[in-house]
């Protein structure tokens, strides 16, 4: 039986056009942006009138964006540290550990993954409240881990997918104790995955928002970006966007290797 379905009609053409479709939608809005940040103008507009580099300096010159900037990367890199430690710890103990409600409680991990933000950080606020703990650097670090960890799990799953345990009882039966074990057998060879879940953590947390409404005191530079926006827009919201789109890109650079070692 022949197939009178023109080629042009395809399943592959259609997901092709679907996927290009896609792609088109989410790239555009951001290259806009990274355009109306070389504006030589006074205002928020594109086409741009010219081009020009004073938004940059302009953006880098505002005293709140440095310290909003400062802010995210002190609570980035301390909600990635905590994240990657309990995230790895957790990883470890779901793959080669049987106990009871193993299932449940891995589900329980990565709910933070399919909870919308707005809740999350809503239960954070109370939760910490309840400790007497104050919106702030701490808190923001806290919450930050706790939305963090399942992506460092999910990372140091794949890595664990390939892991041959025999070698880590093989160490423990030479004398190595269990610190050893993991110091100079199990985290070379996951070394990939906790590498590439750190790194998310990282990124996940400094472009946070939904969080830090709730535990911030609005001095992180996501949050002083929309009260900007909410304020009076100019070309340095952009401006600055567009250096922290470059500076993901380099970090997701980063990130592919270990990523492709981890699979």
Known sequence: MTNDTPAHFSPGVLSKFYVNTVIFF????????????????DRMEFP??????RWFYDALSKPQFIEGLLNSL?????SAV???????????????YDFVGRTLIRAAVMMPIVIPGILVGLSLLFTLSSYGMEPGLLASTIGH?????????AMVLAALANYDRSLELASLNLGVGPV???MKI????????VMAGGITAFLISFDNISVSLFTARGDTLPLRLLQQLRGYIDP???AISTLLIIGSLVLLALLLPFVMKSR
Do not use: E, M
Not at 26 to 41: E, K
Not at 48 to 53: A, D, E, F, K, N
Not at 74 to 78: D, E, K, N, R, V
């Open 82 to 96: 905590l994240a990657t430690i309990a995230g790895t710890g957790a990883a470890i103990a779901l793959n080669q």
């Open 74 to 78: 002190i609570i980035a890199l301390c």
């Open 48 to 53: 741009i009138p010219g081009v020009s580099l």
């Open 186 to 193: 199990t985290l070379p060879l996951i070394k990939g995955g």
């Open 26 to 41: 989410l790239i555009v809005p951001i290259l806009v942006g990274v355009v109306v940040a070389f504006t030589s103008g």
């Open 145 to 153: 881990a706790v939305v963090g960890i399942p992506y460092v799990v």
């Open 236 to 238: 340095s919201v952009a």
């Open 180 to 182: 050893g074990t993991f």
